[in-house]
């Protein structure tokens, strides 16, 4: 079993609609946990971190639950511009050395 | 100007040739990262250092190694190239920062193709 598993996608939605991501981990001393976007051909960028009580930033919600081992991401009113993969990421530590990244979930935002 | 850089952006080179990417940074950060990426796979750690001198194994160091000769710099090197090492090659540095942020940042990639 890989270490951090996602939904395989491609997604293709329609402008405005609302979509979500499941991620799961097997590493239940995971430490913390992330969601990046990746452009096309670009780097990866931080979209938000993943708090135990959720988080919420703009059009995004994150929920972390640790008993099931899981971390979903919302979109909310998809934008064009959302159009990337989205790629969860789980720190096995708090020193920075055990980053494992899931291979991401394509979404691509229709007109 | 980025924060992290990567030279080359793109190599193609024959199998057996000695290579070497680069990369340096001005966000001060002390942590810098080797990853490799393929389609369908996530990102993999190949080598990553918390400081100068400080030079640790990832998931898939065989066939790599790096430098890392200051703090702004850390160089990859393949010893002896095969086509299995093409692939999309990040720089990446970090600072502990808050706890349990640890946010990532990366260079803008190296494209490598080995023939």
């Known amino acids: 079993r890989k270490e951090v598993e996602q939904d395989p996608g491609p997604f293709n939605v329609p402008e405005g609609a609302t979509v979500a991501f499941n991620c799961t981990y097997s590493n239940s001393a995971s430490q913390s946990f992330f969601w990046y976007r990746q452009d096309c051909r670009k780097e990866p960028k931080l979209l938000m971190s993943v708090y135990s009580s959720g988080n919420e930033d703009g059009r995004f919600t994150a929920q972390l639950n640790r008993a099931s081992q899981y971390i979903s991401l919302l979109i909310r009113d998809s934008k064009l511009s959302d159009s990337a993969t989205y790629l969860c990421v789980v720190n096995l530590d708090n020193y920075g050395q055990n980053f494992v990244f899931g291979p991401g979930t394509r979404l691509s935002v229709l007109p | 100007d980025a924060d992290v850089t990567q030279t080359p952006r793109n190599r193609i080179t024959k199998t057996g040739k000695r290579i070497m990417l680069e990369c340096s940074q001005t966000?001060?950060?002390?942590?810098m990262y080797w990853y490799r990426q393929d389609p369908g796979l996530g990102l993999r750690l190949i080598y990553y250092s918390f400081d100068v001198k400080d030079i640790n194994k990832g998931e898939i160091s065989d066939g790599y190694s790096v430098s890392r000769q200051a703090q702004a710099k850390f160089s990859l090197s393949l010893e002896s190239a095969i086509p299995n090492q093409t692939a999309l090659y990040f720089c990446?540095?970090?600072?502990?920062?808050?706890?349990?942020?640890?946010?990532?940042?990366f260079g803008p990639g190296t494209r490598l193709t080995v023939l």
């Open positions: 990446a540095t970090s600072d502990p920062g808050l706890a349990g942020v640890n946010e990532q940042f």
């Open positions: 966000k001060g950060h002390d942590r």
